[in-house]
């Protein structure tokens, strides 16, 4: 899943280039929850990852339209359908000042190779066959089988930590107390479930961070958020609540920005136990959601309606040549809403009286919750009672990695890298265990074949492959597709992005840097 090439916004129509000025050393930056840990293997969520983003790097990163640019890579080449091989920087120093080696990121990248880590990236790594260090600054993977999209995989999980400092702390690193050892711009001094602070490296290999220090502030609660960016008591926060946008967008003194995003909502179901294993029930859900007046009423109109769980925006990564998005899936089943056509599916199932089911969400999660709650007026119109509940965010996501007592469940699913192949990481048996994230536990013979020939290296064959999967997803619909929403960035009046704002941007790149001081 990724942002349409081209959609990033320019942010550097005011000001003059530059960083911190005297007004304050200090970027503060809100945060919706603290991060779970500072070691990577166990913080594959959005706000761990735009922590961790200042701290480790990886070996290369995606700029604003989707392309890699090196970090601690210096160079990289892929020499058959299966190796690649990545020439490190010989200038990059830990905090400590200790030089990066290869064996840092060797040791970094099998972390998550090993079962016994069990790491929230063990289902982007997988593939490798192994990965050695080939010389003091080289670094080769060899894949198990050709993986279309590893180039951009490298980004996500390749984030270096020092080797010894890892081994000394192998049952706290990323802690509180232990903290982390990296390369980046910015080294961690405390962390705490208040949040997080950072300082400067001086001694930084690229180019010096804006900041003196950057201090994560955690506020849970839109309505305190809101307050805190209009009065000044924070500079600004990728948590724009937009199920609240309108109020945002008469803030006098705040920009806030937004953009297209591959953040696609959909509401799972466990196809292989009771109620959810009835394809008719599921199809009477996917007929009862109104995802139009969601979209216009719950989020102000930042998002797009979705009918795929393959988001339209990632088709043009795959080249020029390909046909867009709507000529290749035409045909695709879709759900329009339809109560009439929901109750025909209704009276189809084992169900025919409908049924009642619980969907549990994380805390402070309006934008999940509030869908849900339309969600659950619309379904009892065809008899389904849909009672939403909200739990601990902690509790959640334990859950969903554990792949334990899944039923029906609302995510969030963030594209992790800009290829359309993205969407299979839903489906197939292989991501229907722990750490992965095929919660509807949705296969098939025919699938499997399929989910294989979309690995191809050959174009056609991966969007012949896609089209006949989003054929099968739209009939078996294990997933009901309701809406994309929108990236969002809000900054002070006295503060300005430098260069294009994406949803690459906190993702899968240092950020911090950017914001900077109007002149």
């Not at 926060?237 to 806030?256: E, Y």
């Not at 800009?418 to 994230?437: Q, S």
Request: negative net charge.
């Amino acid at each position: 899943m990724v942002l349409v090439l081209g959609v990033g916004l320019g942010l550097t129509a005011c000001g003059s280039e530059g960083g911190a000025s005297s007004r304050d050393s200090t970027l503060r930056w809100a945060i919706s929850s603290a991060p779970r840990s500072l070691d990577t293997a166990h913080a594959f969520d959005g706000t761990s990852v735009n922590v961790i983003n200042e701290l480790l790097e990886p070996l290369v990163v995606v700029d604003p339209q989707g392309q890699l640019e090196p970090k601690l890579a210096s160079s990289w080449r892929q020499t058959d359908a299966v190796t690649y091989v990545y020439t490190l920087r010989d200038d990059v120093t830990f905090w400590d000042g200790s030089p990066l080696t290869a064996e840092d990121v060797v040791f970094s990248i099998e972390r998550h190779r090993d079962p016994a880590v069990a790491s929230e990236y063990g289902t982007y790594v997988k593939d490798i066959a192994s990965v050695t260090a080939t010389g003091e600054l080289e670094v080769t993977f060899t894949l198990k089988t050709a993986v279309p999209e590893f180039k951009y995989l490298v980004a996500l999980f390749s984030h270096t930590v020092k080797k010894s400092f890892a081994e000394e702390h192998a049952e706290d690193l990323g802690d509180s107390k232990t903290l982390t050892m990296g390369t980046g711009p910015y080294q961690a001094t405390t962390f705490s479930a208040d949040g997080v602070e950072v300082t400067r490296n001086d001694e930084y290999w690229g180019e010096p961070p804006t900041w003196e220090a950057i201090r994560f502030d955690v506020i849970p609660d839109a309505d305190t958020l809101h307050l805190a960016v209009d009065g000044g008591e924070v500079d600004g926060t990728f948590n724009v609540p937009l199920t609240s946008s309108r109020n945002w967008d008469t803030l006098s003194d705040t920009s806030v920005h937004y953009v297209d995003a591959p953040i696609s909502t959909v509401l799972s179901m466990d196809t292989t136990a009771p109620p959810w294993n009835d394809v008719h029930l599921r199809r009477a859900v996917a007929h009862a959601i109104d995802r139009e007046s969601i979209v216009a009423t719950v989020f102000g109109g930042h998002g797009r309606v979705s009918q795929s769980i393959i988001d339209p925006s990632l088709w043009s990564f795959l080249g020029p040549d390909v046909e867009d998005f709507e000529t290749t899936f035409d045909g695709v089943r879709a759900y329009e809403y339809d109560l009439d056509k929901a109750r025909a599916e209704l009276a189809q199932s084992a169900h025919p009286d409908g049924i009642s089911f619980t969907v549990t969400y994380p805390s402070g999660r309006a934008s999940v919750g509030k869908p849900l709650q339309v969600m659950a007026a619309s379904l009892k119109e065809v008899g389904i009672t849909l009672t939403p509940k909200e739990v601990p965010a902690s509790e959640w996501i334990g859950y969903i990695y554990a792949h334990q007592d899944l039923g029906a469940q609302i995510l969030a699913v963030a594209a992790d890298y800009p290829d359309p192949g993205v969407a299979r990481l839903l489906l197939g048996k292989e991501n229907a265990v722990p750490n992965a994230f095929n919660v509807a536990n949705f296969t098939s013979p025919e699938l499997e074949d399929l989910l294989a020939q979309e690995r191809s290296a050959d174009t056609g064959t991966r969007v012949d492959a896609m089209h006949q999967i989003a054929k099968i997803a739209a009939e078996e619909v294990p997933y009901v597709p309701l809406f994309f929403l929108d990236s969002t960035l809000a900054l002070g009046k006295d503060l300005r992005y430098a260069g294009d704002f994406s949803y690459w941007t906190p993702l899968l790149d240092e950020w911090a840097n950017r914001v900077q001081v109007r002149k």
